[in-house]
């Protein structure tokens, strides 16, 4: 079983920067895709991030596409998400989940894994 914990959330002001941690145990994730979705309060969860089992391919929703950026240290089994230039609209509970399939992958259903999720909010 994985257990994923994320941390980093906070309140900033727009335009400033937030790094998001997401922590595993219990087993390793070093060969799970891995990534970050959010929701917004009367929204769906939808995607933000995704990365591949060896950090080597990364996917983005248009939305945070050269603002944000996914990696992840398979060593310390942690995933990260870099979150520049934000935006009012980026705030929500964002989640860091893991997959057992093979590549990337960008879709909730997708996912087998999931954190608590952290609250990000973003001050106009």
Known sequence: QVQLVESGGGLVQAG???RLSCA???RSVSNYPMGWF???TGEEREFVAAISW??????YADSVKGRFTISRDNAKNTLLLQ???LKPEDTAVYYCAASSRVGL???VA???YWGKGTLVTVSS
């Open 54 to 59: 060896r950090g080597r391919a990364s996917s």
């Open 110 to 112: 997708g996912m087998d």
């Open 24 to 26: 595993a145990s219990g």
């Open 38 to 40: 959010r929701q917004a």
């Open 83 to 85: 979150m520049d230039s």
């Open 105 to 107: 992958v960008v879709d």
């Open 16 to 18: 400033g920067s937030l």
